[in-house]
């Protein structure tokens, strides 16, 4: 008699992972990883290490790995495998100038299309986040920093638009970090009249604003990655797979 193909109630069996939750669950922890610089600029990623760490095979590694190629946070080299791309000057300011592109471009179609209540919504969101800006805690000024600029490209209706911009705020976020320590004032300030231009609908003084607010001179890149090189080769970040006290 044949093995009936239902189990009994209470037994259990290994549900096997799917090649697809092992994909995403790869990507995530490299993203964070690069985020962070546990991996540092121009490392090459050692794929057997990583699917180790994450005790995975290498498939779904190679599989995130690629992805994150696609999305800029590695160098793919044939015959050399995956690099940590280089903190480099004009590389970064031209994510910035990108940057400020996506952003302008969201914020004029926030003007044609966002509703009164996601515009509320927002200026509801500045209003409590600016009482929290006052603290000066670096860490939470830049999640409160990004999570304004994510909402305001949600208002574009343009889910293209926030994708791409959320994965420049990853790929900058640790020289990001660096610039709101200490935080700037005038840059506080503009994310209130980015709301009053956004409220009176007017695209071209809300891109202006953001135009001056995004900004990255040369020489600011220099300084900033100056800094960041001095914080990722003196304070040593903590090893892959382990969080930071």
């Known amino acids: 008699m044949a093995a009936s193909a239902t189990r009994r109630p209470g037994s259990r069996r290994a549900v096997p992972r799917r090649a697809a939750d092992s994909a995403g669950r790869a990507y995530a922890a490299i993203r964070q990883w690069i985020i962070e610089f546990k991996l ?22 190679r599989e995130a790995l690629n ?35 996506l952003e302008r471009g969201s914020f004029e179609l926030a003007c044609q299309r966002a509703s009164n209540a996601g515009i ?71 994310h209130s009249r980015i709301v009053a231009a956004l409220k009176a609908r007017n695209a071209e003084l809300g891109a202006r604003i953001l135009a001056q607010h995004i900004a990255l001179s040369v020489e600011d890149a220099r300084l900033v990655l100056k800094e960041a090189l001095f914080r990722l080769y003196v304070t040593e970040p903590a090893p892959l797979g382990r969080r930071a006290a």
Do not use: M
């Open 120 to 190: 509320a919504a927002l200026a509801r969101f500045w209003g409590e986040a600016l009482i929290r800006f006052r603290r000066g805690d670096p860490d939470e000024l830049l999640s409160l920093d990004e999570a304004f600029h994510h909402q305001l490209a949600e208002l574009s209706g343009n889910s293209e638009i926030v994708r791409r911009i959320t994965a420049i705020h990853a790929r900058i976020r640790f020289v990001r970090r660096i610039s709101h320590d200490p935080p700037e004032p005038r840059r506080i300030a503009e």
């Open 40 to 61: 540092k600029p121009q490392q090459r990623v050692n794929e057997l290490k990583l699917a180790e760490a994450l005790s995975l095979s290498r498939t779904p590694v």
């Open 67 to 101: 992805r994150l190629a696609s999305e800029g946070f590695l160098v793919f080299t044939p015959n050399r495998g995956f690099f940590c791309r280089s903190l480099d000057i004009a590389d970064l300011v031209a994510v910035y100038e990108v940057r400020s592109i």
